[in-house]
T-cell receptor, first 116, second 114 residues
Framework: GAVVSQHPSWVICKSGTSVKIECRSL??????MFWYRQFPKQSLMLMAT?????????EQGVEKDKFLINHASLTLSTLTVTSAHPEDSSFYICSARDKGYNQPQHFGDGTRLSIL | QKEVEQDPGPLSVPEGAIVSLNCTYSNSAFQYFMWYRQYSRKGPELLMYTYSSGNKEDGRFTAQVDKSSKYISLFIRDSQPSDSATYLC??????????????FGSGTRLSIRP
C-alpha cells in the first residue's frame, strides 16, 4: 500500500519552456502533498505544501509564480516549473500523506529535470 | 546549528556486519521519528516510523529513539549488498496540520561490500 506515482521520471527541455510534473497517490487519499527539490548528494529541501482545494504554502525563498502548484483532487497534485532556466535543473520529488492523525509521508520516485 | 544532524559518510562495511546509523536533533518538540532509504535516482522509501522514545523492530531493522539525549539510531543486522543506499533520518512534531513538516537529515551514504 501507500504508493505514490510521479510522472514524468525524466524530462529535458529548452530554456524558457514550462514543465508540468504530476504526483498521484494510487491507493489512498492524500489531503496533503509536498514538493521537494534535491541537489546531488544533498538532502531534500521542502519547496511547498499543497492541500487539496486550497492554495499551496510555499517555503521562504521559493518563488510561487515560478513554481505553480495545483492540488485539484485528493489523489493528484501538479507542479509546473514556468519559464524554466538551467538553474532550475534538479531532482524534484513529491510526497503524500494519507488522511488521519500523524500519518507518515510516502514519496514518489522523483523527476529529473534538465534545462538546456 | 541545524535542527537535525546526520553524518554524511560514506560508510562502508562488509556483508553480514551490523550497521549503526545515527542522528541528533535540537528541537525537543519532535515526537515522530522516521528512517527513509533512498537509492540513487529514486525517491525515499519509508523504512521505520516511530513515536516518542523506545525501540521498534521490523525484520533486520531496529529503530531506537532516546528523546532525553535527542538521539536516534537505525540498526541493520546481517547487512546485504542490496542495503547499499543513502539513509535519511527525519522527524516532525506530528499532528494533522500541514505545518507539522518533516525535517530531514542530510543522509548517510552506506555501502555494503560483498
Amino acid at each position: 500500500g501507500a504508493v505514490v506515482s510521479q510522472h514524468p521520471s525524466w524530462v529535458i527541455c529548452k530554456s524558457g519552456t514550462s514543465v508540468k510534473i504530476e504526483c498521484r497517490s494510487l491507493d489512498f487519499q492524500a489531503t496533503t502533498m509536498f514538493w521537494y527539490r534535491q541537489f546531488p548528494k544533498q538532502s531534500l529541501m521542502l519547496m511547498a505544501t499543497s492541500n487539496e482545494g486550497s492554495k499551496a504554502t510555499y517555503e521562504q525563498g521559493v518563488e510561487k509564480d515560478k513554481f505553480l502548484i495545483n492540488h485539484a483532487s485528493l489523489t493528484l497534485s501538479t507542479l509546473t516549473v514556468t519559464s524554466a532556466h538551467p538553474e532550475d535543473s534538479s531532482f524534484y520529488i513529491c510526497s503524500a500523506r494519507d488522511k488521519g492523525y500523524n500519518q507518515p509521508q510516502h514519496f514518489g520516485d522523483g523527476t529529473r529535470l534538465s534545462i538546456l | 546549528q541545524k535542527e537535525v544532524e546526520q553524518d554524511p559518510g560514506p560508510l562502508s562495511v562488509p556483508e553480514g556486519a551490523i550497521v549503526s546509523l545515527n542522528c541528533t536533533y535540537s528541537n525537543s518538540a519532535f515526537q515522530y521519528f522516521m528512517w527513509y532509504r533512498q537509492y540513487s535516482r529514486k525517491g525515499p522509501e519509508l523504512l521505520m516510523y516511530t513515536y516518542s522514545s523506545g525501540n521498534k523492530e521490523d525484520g533486520r531493522f531496529t529503530a531506537q529513539v532516546d528523546k532525553s539525549s535527542k538521539y536516534i539510531s537505525l540498526f541493520i543486522r546481517d547487512s546485504q549488498p542490496s542495503d547499499s543506499a543513502t539513509y535519511l533520518c527525519a522527524m516532525s512534531g506530528g499532528g494533522y496540520s500541514s505545518a507539522s513538516k518533516i525535517i530531514f537529515g542530510s543522509g548517510t551514504r552506506l555501502s555494503i561490500r560483498p
